[in-house]
């Protein structure tokens, strides 16, 4: 193969390659254009889940504050009840005192 023959069967594999990288990007380019149209929904998409977002939060929050009010509610109701048997057990206990004395005043 002569120098010149080299030369042009380089140069036409440079310029085959050239025009496939080109023809590639051409493809490339075309297949992931992004239309006006498809950005204003991905707009409007980032903007209803920002909105879900904070929604969500406002929801977390009140579930967070409710279930400490719910928590204080129940310890104190718990406290209640907690007296509430205490006082029971003493009212037991002196109305067996009592039945116990009658019976003792009954029978002397």
Do not use: P
Request: proline share 0%; charged share 25%.
């Amino acid at each position: 193969m002569e120098r010149t023959q080299f030369i042009m069967a380089t140069a036409i594999i440079l310029f085959v390659a050239f025009c496939m990288g080109w023809f590639a990007y051409w493809l490339i380019h075309r297949f992931t254009q992004v239309s006006k149209s498809d950005i204003g929904e991905l707009d409007r998409m980032a903007q209803e889940l920002h909105e879900a977002e904070e929604t969500r939060d406002q929801a977390i929050t009140y579930l967070q504050q409710r279930e400490a009010e719910l928590t204080t509610q129940l310890s104190q109701t718990e406290a209640e009840l907690s007296a509430t048997m205490e006082g029971l057990r003493e009212a037991r206990h002196e109305a067996e005192e009592l039945r116990a004395y009658i019976e003792r005043t009954n029978q002397g």
